[in-house]
């Protein structure tokens, strides 16, 4: 074999290496996620009552929402109104949240076994002590293929299969956690609502507890 067969050779090889491990780290970052990085991204920024000048929270304004998030405690998910669901997002844009990457069969409520770790470290974190007492919500998204009336059942039967799966597995308080489906309506992707970043699950921390230091 010359030189510059033997050079290509070698060059193919590193490049077929340097491939499979980048697609390895890529797989990692978007199927894995750990409990702390879940429990740090829904941890409550804590109110100061420092002179920075910094905007703190209204206390009317927490007020209504924890009254408001009071209401919605053992609703069933189907039971919310269109009203009351665009009220959840609009306090919840304001809120500690995370996107998780949880797949479910195809046409169905049950979660993926590819996806099973992701909800196992989802009932991790939500069992820390750091995040005790306060109620979360449990989003279901869609992609924009099928029906708006399809899409949104589908919505609400996964993210009521996350409920019972944290509330039976890890112990979670069902008073805690608050179902809502969006289906289609809210893609986290508006560009491409077709692509399957859309079908997510979104965690919501209320903030319901005091997180004043």
């Not at 509330?167 to 805690?176: C, F």
């Not at 508006?190 to 921390?205: G, M, S």
């Amino acid at each position: 074999m010359t030189s510059f067969h033997r050079l290509t050779a070698a060059a193919a090889m590193t490049l077929t290496a340097a491939l499979s491990m980048t697609a390895g780290i890529a797989l990692a970052g978007d199927n894995n996620v750990s409990a702390n990085q879940i429990v740090n991204a829904l941890q409550p920024k804590p109110l100061t009552r420092s002179l920075s000048g910094a905007p703190q929270a209204d206390p009317a304004v927490k007020a209504k929402e924890m009254s408001f998030v009071a209401t919605l405690q053992n609703r069933k998910t189907r039971s919310l109104s269109l009203g009351e669901r665009e009220e959840i997002a609009e306090i919840a844009s304001t809120k500690p949240k995370i996107d998780l990457d949880i797949q479910f069969d195809y046409n169905s409520a049950e979660i993926s076994k590819a996806s099973l770790p992701s909800v196992q470290e989802l009932g991790k974190a939500l069992s820390n002590a750091s995040l005790r007492g306060s109620t979360f919500v449990v989003a279901g998204h869609t992609d924009a293929i099928g029906s708006e009336a399809y899409n949104q059942d589908l919505s609400e039967r996964r993210a009521d299969t996350i409920k019972r799966y944290l509330s039976e597995k890890y112990g979670i308080n069902g008073t805690d956690l608050v179902t809502v489906g969006y289906g289609k309506s809210k893609p986290k992707d508006p560009n491409a609502p077709l692509d399957p970043i859309n079908r997510r699950v979104e965690v919501v921390n209320m903030d319901t507890k005091t997180a004043s230091k």
